[in-house]
């Protein structure tokens, strides 16, 4: 299972930060919400699952293979 995308839903994103501070490589928050990172593949993917399991109102999805 490897990761091909990741979507956050600006709509559900609370701006906690908690996805930045797990996953620092993937997330980024811009004016309270939180974007996926161009670079986002140099975050490993144990991170990428801890944020999305971090976020409080599950604003994150993952697309997998
Ligand atoms: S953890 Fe969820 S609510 Fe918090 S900033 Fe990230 S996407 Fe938004």
Redesign the pocket.
């Given at each position: 299972m490897a990761i091909k995308k990741i979507q956050?839903d600006q709509n559900?994103?609370?701006?906690?930060?908690?996805?930045?501070s797990m996953a620092p490589k993937a997330?980024e928050?811009k004016d309270g919400?939180?974007y996926v990172k161009e670079n986002w593949q140099e975050e490993s993917e144990e991170n990428i699952k801890a944020?999305k399991e971090?976020?409080?109102?599950q604003?994150?999805s993952l697309e997998e293979d």
């Amino acid at each position: 299972m490897a990761i091909k995308k990741i979507q956050v839903d600006q709509n559900l994103c609370i701006g906690c930060g908690a996805c930045q501070s797990m996953a620092p490589k993937a997330f980024e928050l811009k004016d309270g919400k939180s974007y996926v990172k161009e670079n986002w593949q140099e975050e490993s993917e144990e991170n990428i699952k801890a944020a999305k399991e971090s976020c409080p109102v599950q604003a994150i999805s993952l697309e997998e293979d």
